[in-house]
């Protein structure tokens, strides 16, 4: 049965749930039977032959009004909820700007991010908690990348060089330097920032390589090559 069947017509009745009342959109096709489905933000779509009547179609969502009950319940847990700043319920906040977050079920986790905003694809079955750390992931590899792009540039221009960094979820610090060991580490959220705030922190722990403290001639050199940093500074406790 081919369940993609082209729809020739479609409509919205709402059905009483006991508790609250759902739109259910109906699609007439040329099938031979009645499939209903709970799509992503709980849209439930009924598919049903050209022919069937309301009632027919009522007496169906009736019937598996258990098995609707229980999947639209699973969906709502299973939608990614705030765990971080940088992940809500409905945005994804990158570089500076909040993506819209739409979940769709798949056999796949994906996750892509473009101007009209951000799509998650899992698992049905999939937790909320195994969501959540395949976005994390996905952030962190986006800052990854955009670190060994900046960090480089910025060793360039100020002759001072990081021997290695790492990206870790850190709590109230969005970066720090070990002067002894000349390693830099980055905060997650920074992939939430304006990418200007991302060329601060490098120039801020790079600086600390010559400075290992907050010391005027350490914010001079700060400035002399990041002459905007106070307020970079700024923006960055807003996020
Ligand atoms: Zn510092």
Redesign the pocket.
Known sequence: MNHRTRVLNSETLQFDLGAQTIPVIVERKRIRHIYLYVKSAGRVVISAPVGSTEEEIRRFLTEKRGWLEKNLRNMREQTPKEAESYITEERILLWGEAHPLTYLPDKRFSLSVREQGAVLTAPPDSSRKAREDFIKKQLRMRLHRAVAIRLPFWEGQMRLHARAFTIRDMKS?W???NTGTGKITFHLQLISMPPECLDYVIV??L??LVYP??SPA?WAHVAAFLPAYKEIRKRMKDY
Do not use: I, M, V
Request: with cysteine; glycine share 10%; hydrophobic share 10%.
């Open positions: 610090r970066g720090s330097c801020h722990e600086s600390h403290n907050h350490f």
